[in-house]
C-alpha cells in the first residue's frame, strides 16, 4: 500500500484530517517529562497514546531532535507508533534537499534509518534532486510549495511567465516529477487564496497544511479553498497549540482535547461545505 | 574573527583555494577503516592529517552520517580538527532550511552542537528563514544559488523580471540580507558562464564551488569566470576526487598526492589570471 493509500485510510479511520507535529522543546516540557531519561520520549509516548484515535498523521519536526542529539528518541517515537498505532502514517519533517548520491544518502536517513512513511524535501535543485526520494515508491514526498511564513514569497512568490513560482512549481509536482503517484505538496494555511490556486493545479494531490492555531491561519478558509473534489486531500498540521495545549502534567489530557476540538472543527466545517 | 576572515587567513596560510569534502561511504572505505570501531572517523583522521597543510576547509556533508546514525563519528570528526588544526575552518553540509523556531533549532544543531564555522543552507523559504542562521553574525552561511546539477536549471533557471532565479537570489544575498557579511553562496563548477554571472553581482562574497572533479567541473574555466578582483573569493570543492583516490590502504598518501595535484592546478591558473 502506497503512502497516500494509507494516509486516506487512516484519514477515513478517524475521520479526521488533522496532523499533529511531535516537535519536543526541553524548555517547555512539563515536569513529569523533564526528568525522565528520555523526556521528548515520554513526552511523545504521552501525546500519542492521547490522540492516536482523532489524528490521520504525526509528523516529527527533525531539527528538533538534532538540536540536541536525540536521535535516539526520535527512532524510539516511530518505533512507538508503528508497533501501537501502526495505520497511522509517519510524515519525516526534514525539508531535506541535495544532489545524486548526497540525495540518496538523506533518503536511507528518512526511509530506511528512521522508517519514516513520508519525508517533506525542498524544491530548489530540481527534479532530479528529488528522485532518490520519489523511486520509492510506496513511500510519500511531501515537496515544499508555499510556506507559511511571510519571506515564503521572497522566491516562491516571484513572478514566472506570468504566474508565480510556487504555482509553476506545483504543475512540475503534479505533472512530469509525479511518475510514481507518491509527491504530496506542502501550503501554509496563512495563504488561503493561493491554496485554492495550488488546488485549482494539482487535482486531488494531498497538500500538507501547516499554521493553523500559532501561526494564525483560519480552519474554514483552508477547508474552503484547499478540499479536493472529494472532500479530501487535506493533511492540516498542528504542532504546538495541541502538544503545548497544557504546560502542567496534564499535558496529555490536554493535548487530547485540543486535538478533538480542532479536528470537530475542521469536520464541521468539511460537512458544511459538502 | 569571522568567518569569512578566518577563511582567507586560512587561503592565505596554506596557500589554497581548495576544500576537501568528507563524505564517507562505508562500502568506499579501504580496508584498514572499515573494520575499525570509529570507520568514518578513522578515515576522516587520516585524510585530515594527510591535507591539513594544504586545504583552506573541510567540508563534512551531513547525509554521510546522518543515513546510519553516525553523529557522533561527524562531531569527533570536527572537534579532531578544531583540537588539531584550529586555523582550519569547517563548514558543515547540511542544506538547511524552515521557518521561524525550528530555523532556530537547525542553526543550534550546526553552531552548537556541532560547532561548524558554516553551514550551508537553501534560501527557498525567503529571507526570514535565513535570520536564524545570520545573526551568529561570527558565523558563515552558505546559501545555495546555482548548484552543479542538470536539473538545478528547473527552479534556479526560471526567468524572473528578465533575469533567471538565481542571479535574483545573489542579488537579495548579497544586498538585503547580507546585514552582517557573513554570506557566502554556493555555485557548481559545471556552469562557468552562471559562475561569472554571480560574481558580477556579488563583489568580493566569496563562493563555494562543488563539482570539479567526479561531477566534472573544469578548474581553469572556473577560475576565469570566478575570482574576485583579488584573486580571491573561491572555496572550490573536491570530494571523492580526493578522499577515495585510492580504495587501498594507501588512501591518505594517495589523498594527500591528489590535494597537492589540486591546489597546484589551482594555484597555477590563479597565476595565469594574476
Given at each position: ?19 499533529v ?7 517547555r ?90 519525508v ?17 515508491a ?47 505538496l ?10 485554492a ?31 479536493d ?27 487530547r ?12 466545517h468539511?460537512h458544511k461545505?459538502?
Amino acid at each position: 500500500m502506497n503512502f497516500i493509500a494509507k494516509l486516506e485510510l487512516a484519514q477515513q479511520k478517524n475521520n479526521s484530517l488533522l496532523c499533529v507535529g511531535l516537535d519536543p522543546v526541553m524548555e517547555r516540557l512539563p515536569p513529569l517529562c523533564r526528568h525522565e531519561k528520555e523526556p521528548f520520549l515520554s513526552f511523545n509516548r504521552a501525546l500519542i497514546a492521547a490522540t492516536a484515535d482523532l489524528v490521520c498523521a504525526y509528523k516529527p519536526q527533525i531539527a528538533h531532535y538534532a538540536a540536541c542529539g536525540a536521535e535516539a528518541e526520535l527512532l524510539a517515537t516511530i518505533r512507538y507508533i508503528k508497533e501501537n498505532y501502526p495505520d497511522i502514517p509517519v510524515i519525516l519533517d526534514a525539508k531535506r534537499g541535495d544532489i545524486g548520491s548526497t540525495a540518496e544518502k538523506y533518503a536511507l536517513e528518512a526511509f530506511e534509518r528512521y522508517q519514516a512513511d513520508a519525508v517533506t524535501v525542498n524544491p530548489y535543485l530540481g527534479g532530479d534532486s528529488l528522485e532518490p526520494f520519489l523511486r520509492y515508491a510506496e513511500k510519500g514526498v511531501v515537496i515544499l510549495c508555499r510556506t507559511s511564513n511571510p519571506g515564503g514569497a521572497d522566491l516562491q512568490g516571484l513572478m514566472v511567465e506570468g504566474e508565480a513560482l510556487y504555482l509553476k512549481l506545483a504543475r512540475l509536482a503534479a505533472g512530469v516529477w509525479n511518475k510514481n503517484g507518491n509527491i504530496l505538496l506542502v501550503v501554509g494555511a496563512t495563504w488561503p487564496e493561493e491554496l485554492a490556486r495550488v488546488r485549482e493545479i494539482v487535482g486531488n494531490i494531498p497538500l500538507l497544511v501547516p499554521g493553523v492555531g500559532a501561526q494564525g491561519g483560519d480552519v474554514a478558509a483552508v477547508l474552503d479553498a484547499g478540499l479536493d473534489p472529494r472532500g479530501l486531500g487535506l493533511v492540516i498540521n498542528s504542532s504546538r497549540g495541541i502538544i503545548y495545549a497544557s504546560s502542567g502534567d496534564d499535558f496529555a489530557v490536554a493535548a487530547r482535547q485540543a486535538a478533538l476540538d480542532l479536528r470537530d472543527e475542521i469536520n464541521r466545517h468539511r460537512h458544511k461545505l459538502s
